[in-house]
Nanobody, 122 residues
Framework: QVQLVESGGGLVQAGASLRLSCAAS????????MGWFRQAPGKEREFVAA????????YYADSVKGRFTISRDNAKSTVYLQMNSLKPEDTAVYYC???????????????WGQGTQVTVSS
């Protein structure tokens, strides 16, 4: 059973930075794509970023491009989301996801974490 455990959320002011981490277990980490989704209050869940397992190609939602960076450490079975220049509209619950490939990681991942709250005050 794949388990994804997020950490690193919190309350910050606009313009600050946060780094989210997601520790994965239950299967070999390196071959699979990883990613992040988020859900703001009253809104649908949306894709944020993904990284492939093969060549570590990265993909971002337009709303976070240039501010967020996704990375992975296969030795630690962990994926990260570095979030810089945070805005109040980034406030959401952030979910770590795992998928068979990068396309699924951006659209319909198989596994989801429980989520971590990020709140950005103005």
């Amino acid at each position: 059973q794949v388990q994804l455990v997020e950490s690193g959320g919190g309350l910050v002011q606009a313009g600050a930075s946060l780094r989210l981490s997601c520790a994965a277990s239950g299967r070999t980490f390196s071959p699979y794509a990883m990613g992040w989704f988020r859900q703001a209050p009253g809104k649908e869940r949306e894709f944020v970023a993904a990284i492939s397992g093969s060549d570590e190609s990265t993909y971002y939602a337009d709303s976070v491009k240039g501010r967020f960076t996704i990375s992975r450490d296969n030795a630690k079975s962990t994926v990260y989301l570095q979030m810089n220049s945070l805005k109040p509209e980034d406030t959401a619950v952030y979910y770590c996801v795992s998928a068979w490939n990068i396309i699924r990681a951006t659209r319909s991942p198989e596994y989801w974490g429980q989520g971590t709250q990020v709140t950005v005050s103005s």
